[in-house]
């Protein structure tokens, strides 16, 4: 009863330190079950944005003049040097919102309308953000045919069709509630202005130099040490990041019981890691309890002749206890990047067969001898016995493979194709 009164005062402490989670930031309208909540706490902690009366009023739209000075924020250039004079005659000098709107236009980053203005309290539409982002970042090869698997394609204009390629190939991107909808033509809301800058935040190192002023500095370079066969073990760790190389090893587990015979191509698959990730000099890089999102690609059922099934599957994403989100492409760190059962179970399958098949064959040669001779019931055991055994074998060796079967908390190792960045 101690033990219980004990753990029930726990419990009730542990819920009045933790809840609500934004009682730091005095946020009245956005609770912990809100769908932005872990960025809209990240960007009002930081004040890129800010309250009104406590209110961060998520679903409000956002003004073109407050989400270029958040943006300023994020990009470390809101306090830049103002020299030349501001072009826009909407804009009065002395407004509050001038100052952002002058340093966004000396460095080039968000450009007026045709007509000379500004338009600063217009609310900005969710293509023209995504224009802002992809105008800012660098230029490198993308896949242009990502935007058609969403279901509202048709509805980005000609001219962002290339601008949604690459924010959605950078995953600086925000399409909540439906996750297969882009809806460019509507409002941008506070909310999801928050998503966007905290993923840009977590993304620096894309952004072109001359539009932010921070300057990143690789501090040294760390080791991973999961296994001696993975084709690389470094670590780079700059002021503003750190980067797992690309053909690093993590060792990770199944967060339920997985049956290949029960998916199909496109399932989620989750998996934990229970220990933190450190480095060998001591760099926490992925903190215990952290999820890892995977999809599978495609199972191949078992074939004759004991081939087992084989499950491939990628991990796209990590999402720390915290909220923070990693973007990271990994497979299994198998041959053929596939998840199948071991020659150990393959091994037991076939001893059962020869097992059985060795009961069978001395039953039957038992049987055969008695009926005409008792006496001869030793021979027809001797006969029968080695004849089962071989007939069991050779069916366990023609029989169909086995399904693939991982338990939870079953160890899997999974390489990194590309490196993974992780925001500090």
Known sequence: MKKLLAGLLVAGMLS?????????????????????????????????????????NPEEKISRVDFVTALLKVLGSDQAKITKKISFRDVAKSGAEHDAIARSQQIGLVYGYPDGTFKPQGNILRDEAQSVISH?????????????????????????????????SYGIYVNHPNENELRPTE???????????????????????QYK???ETVL?????????????DEVTITNLRNIIKEGNVLEIEFTEKFKSKLHAAGDTVTFTNPEDIVTEEGTLLIPAGSTFYGTVLDIKDPQWFNKNARVYAQITR??????????????????????????????????????????????????????????????????????GAAVG???GLVTPGLNYVAHEGEEIKVILLDDASIAK
Not at 16 to 31: K, R
Not at 220 to 232: D, F, I, R, S, Y
């Open 136 to 168: 800012i970042t660098i230029d490198q090869p993308v896949n242009n045919n990502i935007v058609s698997k969403y279901s509202d394609a048709k509805l980005i204009p000609s001219w962002a069709k290339k601008i949604y390629a690459k924010t959605l």
């Open 16 to 56: 009045i330190t933790t809840a609500p989670v934004f009682a730091y930031a005095g946020i009245n309208d956005v609770d912990a079950s809100y769908w932005a909540q872990t960025e809209i706490a990240s960007v009002v902690g930081k004040s890129v944005m800010f309250l009104n009366a406590g209110n961060f």
């Open 220 to 232: 040294g370079t760390e080791h991973l040490n999961v296994t001696k066969k993975a084709p690389c």
């Open 318 to 387: 990590v999402v720390t206890p915290s909220g923070q989100t990693i973007d990271m492409n990994a497979k299994p760190f198998y041959k053929d990047y596939a998840l199948k059962e071991g020659p150990w179970m393959t091994a037991g399958k076939v001893a059962l067969y020869t097992v059985g098949g060795t009961a069978v064959g001395t039953g039957a040669g038992v049987g055969f001898a008695f009926i005409p001779k008792p006496e001869k019931i030793g021979t027809g055991i001797a006969i029968g016995t080695p004849v």
């Open 393 to 395: 074998l050779i069916t």
């Open 187 to 209: 409002y941008l809301t506070r909310a999801e202005a928050a998503v966007l800058l905290y993923r840009l935040s977590q993304k620096l190192h894309l952004v072109k130099s």
């Open 213 to 215: 002023n921070v300057t």
